[in-house]
């Protein structure tokens, strides 16, 4: 990776962590405000932010879709687990089900008995003659029979208790399953979604070919609804909002790269007569740029009065096609949307005049 490369990487991620701090999706992030001018104009910029931050755009969603894969594997990972719990709870409610049934049935069993021995005690002690002893007999039996309905009743109670506590477990383990399978719906759903937005992203350079398409169009569109509010300063140079991003980018990745751009952007139109004045035209009006000892375009035509076009220069000079930034330039700077005027080196626009 060229340090080119990771300065577009580190700037264009500082961008989407900021758009993540006000809940922007990183999927695919928006582009930074725009301009109050014709939508086309926020078409061009929106397609060049997006061709300018792909490498983030494309990393943020394949991290997206490993973190989905792994969800996906915690999932399948838990819904073996809930199986494994269902088969143990319905065992366990199954035992304590036979448990509670057998336990039950002893409890009533001992009532019976309770119930029996009392009745004999009462039989006995109406018998005559009294007979003390089979009366003590009797009251033996009934207190045998009353401590035996005791220990019935509480093993009844405990397994009653137990069988509850199963149900419940085993309905807690039917519901962590169907939450599991609910869960690998979900993030298998997500994972498919992401591996389409991978598969039909784009590629940076058709995004930037495509805000090409425009740029004829931007200017056409812009030039009459231009204010000058719309325009704004980077790097102390006076450029239309709209490509300010682009033209940033491009003037720090060009740092990166160890060449210093600068230069001359937005000019109002009196500046621009000033300049057919200096520069010697025949006609500030009516004669061709090249007519001019510096080419310099008639009032009212020029890019630089709409801050679509730069004259670029480096080092405090204006630069020439021997210049290393030209030659920088001439690789790279249609990755930021702007294309050299051939008749003047220095000259780059979003349109090429």
Known sequence: MTTRQRT???SAAAAIIALAATGTSIGLPAAPAQAAVPKIAASWSSLMYRSLTHDVQLAAMKTSLAGQNAAIARWNAEIAAAGRAQRGARATLATATSANTAAQNRYT???RTLTTARQMLATVAKQKPRSNAAITRAQKAVAAAARTAAVRR???QKATAALADAGRASRGAVARGKKAEAGLRYETAAAQKTRTAIAVLPTAAAYAAQAATLSRDVVNQVRPAFKITDTTQVYGVTVHKNVAFAFKRMVDDARADGVQISGGGFRTTQRQIELR???GCPDVWTAPSSSCRV???IPGRSLHEIGLAVDI???GRTISSKTAAFKWLTVHAKEYGFV???????HWSISGN
């Open 154 to 156: 509480t093993q009844a």
């Open 8 to 10: 577009l990487l580190k």
């Open 295 to 297: 080419p310099t375009a």
């Open 109 to 111: 069993a001992a009532r």
């Open 340 to 346: 050299n005027f051939p008749a003047e080196a220095w």
């Open 277 to 279: 004045t200096i520069n």
């Open 313 to 315: 220069s480096s080092g």
